[in-house]
C-alpha cells in the first residue's frame, strides 16, 4: 500500500489567497483526519471524519478553514483567505476500526507545509 | 477530562545506553494508549499500543513500553539507544469518542 498520500508537499502562497490542500487515505480505510502542527501549539487536530461524514469538527480554526470528503479516497482541507499565521504542517491521518480488534492507530501522510507570506 | 502528558521537552542520552521517555495518561475507563515518533520532515509513525493484556509491550525499531495503572503511566523504553533514534516522541492516549489525544511531544536526542 502506498500509504496515506498528501499534496503538495510544500505551498507557499500570499496572504488573502485561497489554499487547498489534498488527501488521499490509506485504501479500505473508514476514518480520516486532519492535523495541524506548529512550534507554539504542537499537534493540533483539525477535524475528523467516519465513513465521508464529518463526525467533530471542533478544532478548525475558524470560517476560513473547511473541510470536505466527498469520496472514501480523498479529502480537501481549504483555507480561504489564507493569513501568515495559518503557516504550518498539515497532516492528513487516516485509520480503520475492526469491531473487536481494538484497531484505533492512525497512519499519518508525509505532511503539507503551508507558508502564508 | 482525558489528557496525556509528557513531562520532558527533552531526553538526552548516549549511544548504546537504555532510554526512557515519559508519558502519564488521565482517561476514564480502560486506556488505549499509543506511541508515535516523527523523524524531521515526515508524518508520525505509529510505533506501538497497548490496549489490553501484558503491561510491557513490543514495538518496531526495538522499542517496548510498560504499562502502569496505578501511576497512569506509558513509559517508552529501548534498553540501548541508537543515534538514528534521535527524533520527537509523542505519546497519545484514545478518547471516548475515538479520537487521538496527543502529548506535546518529546525530543530524543542520541549522541554518539
Known amino acids: 500500500d502506498a500509504g496515506v498520500i498528501q499534496s503538495p508537499r510544500h505551498e507557499v502562497t500570499e496572504m488573502g489567497q485561497e489554499v487547498t490542500l489534498r488527501c488521499k487515505p490509506i485504501?479500505?480505510?473508514?476514518?480520516l483526519f486532519w492535523y495541524r502542527q506548529t512550534m507554539m501549539r504542537g499537534l493540533e487536530l483539525l477535524i475528523y471524519?467516519?465513513?465521508?461524514?464529518?463526525?467533530?469538527d471542533s478544532g478548525m480554526p475558524e470560517d476560513r478553514f473547511s473541510a470536505k470528503m466527498p469520496n472514501a479516497s480523498f479529502s480537501t482541507l481549504k483555507i480561504q483567505p489564507s493569513e501568515p499565521r495559518d503557516s504550518a504542517v498539515y497532516f492528513c491521518?487516516?485509520?480503520?476500526?475492526?469491531?473487536?480488534?481494538?484497531?484505533?492507530?492512525?497512519?499519518f501522510g508525509p505532511g503539507t507545509r503551508l507558508t502564508v507570506t | 477530562a482525558q489528557s496525556v502528558a509528557q513531562p520532558e521537552d527533552q531526553v538526552k542520552v548516549a549511544e548504546g545506553n537504555p532510554l526512557t521517555v515519559k508519558c502519564t495518561y488521565s482517561?476514564?475507563?480502560?486506556?488505549?494508549l499509543f506511541w508515535y515518533v516523527q523523524y524531521p520532515n515526515r508524518g508520525l509513525q505509529f510505533l506501538l499500543k497497548?490496549?489490553?493484556?501484558?503491561?510491557l509491550v513490543k514495538g518496531s525499531y526495538g522499542f517496548e513500553a510498560e504499562f502502569n495503572k496505578s501511576q497512569t503511566s506509558f513509559h517508552l523504553k529501548k534498553p540501548s539507544a541508537l543515534v538514528s533514534d534521535s527524533a520527537l516522541y509523542f505519546c497519545a492516549v484514545k478518547s471516548n469518542t475515538g479520537k487521538l489525544i496527543f502529548g506535546q511531544g518529546t525530543t530524543l536526542q542520541v549522541k554518539p
Open positions: 471524519f467516519n465513513n465521508n461524514v464529518p463526525i467533530d
Open positions: 485504501s479500505g480505510h473508514d476514518y
Open positions: 482517561v476514564s475507563g480502560n486506556p488505549y
Open positions: 497497548y490496549i489490553t493484556g501484558d503491561n
Open positions: 491521518a487516516s485509520s480503520l476500526y475492526l469491531f473487536g480488534r481494538d484497531s484505533y492507530e492512525q497512519y
